[in-house]
């Protein structure tokens, strides 16, 4: 018999259509006490990392500044303007340091982001 937590299972939520997404700019979704930030970036790719900021506790990497590091794309928090990739969630001013990564996928043109 093989059990399935909830932990362990994989749970797409649908967050907004991708036409919502305005590119450079992210969006805030709540999804129980997990909060996702999702952004689409001018080359059409969308990211989704955590929406709490590491440095200040403050839930507001959605409003961060969009942009790239070599060509890798990232968001700056607009507390202390640290910088984070969007690829992977790890803090490019402060190694130690990263945001929860979620994983996104596009289905009959909605936004999902997975939730583990």
């Known amino acids: 018999m093989t059990v399935t937590s909830e932990r362990t299972a994989l749970c797409w939520k649908s967050v907004c259509s991708v036409g919502a997404l305005q590119p450079e700019r992210g969006v805030a979704a709540l999804f129980g006490d997990i ?54 969630g790890r803090c490019l001013d402060d190694p130690a340091v990263s945001l929860p990564r979620f994983p996104v996928r596009i289905v009959d043109s909605r936004v999902e982001v997975r939730l583990a």
């Open 35 to 88: 909060q996702v930030a999702v952004f689409r970036t001018h080359a059409g790719t969308v990211h989704a990392v955590g929406n709490v900021d590491p440095f200040s506790g403050a839930a507001v990497m959605s409003r961060g500044i969009v942009g790239d590091r070599g060509g890798e794309p990232t968001v700056a928090s607009p507390v202390f303007k640290q910088v984070f990739s969007l690829v992977d």
